[in-house]
């Protein structure tokens, strides 16, 4: 979709041009190079919530230890945190 260069306003966007699932965007350019995106939100949200937990700091470090202590079998069972947190098993 292209930028109006005469004056610098994005044409209308109506909800049937509006991306309508993950991965579909619409692209904006001005003067033939891209200048923007439109994602939909479906897409948008994770995309926010993934950088807010990258910026976090030692995430990864702390994610790669987890993943060690899975596989090493270092775990506690649903029950043995209930009772560590005093927290009452749900019905179910």
């Known amino acids: 979709m292209e ?7 994005l044409p209308p966007v109506t909800p049937d ?11 904006f350019t001005k003067n033939g ?23 976090q700091p030692r995430i990864r470090e702390s994610i790669g ?8 079998g270092r775990v506690l069972t649903e029950e043995q945190i209930r009772a560590e947190f005093d927290v009452p098993t749900r019905d179910r």
Request: net charge negative.
């Open 17 to 27: 041009d509006a991306p309508l699932s993950t991965r579909e965007q619409v692209t």
């Open 3 to 9: 930028v109006s260069a005469g004056d610098g306003h």
């Open 33 to 55: 190079t891209p200048s923007a995106v439109l994602i939909g939100m479906d897409e948008w949200e994770p995309l926010q919530e993934t950088l807010f937990w990258l910026s």
């Open 65 to 72: 230890e987890a993943t060690a202590d899975v596989a090493g």
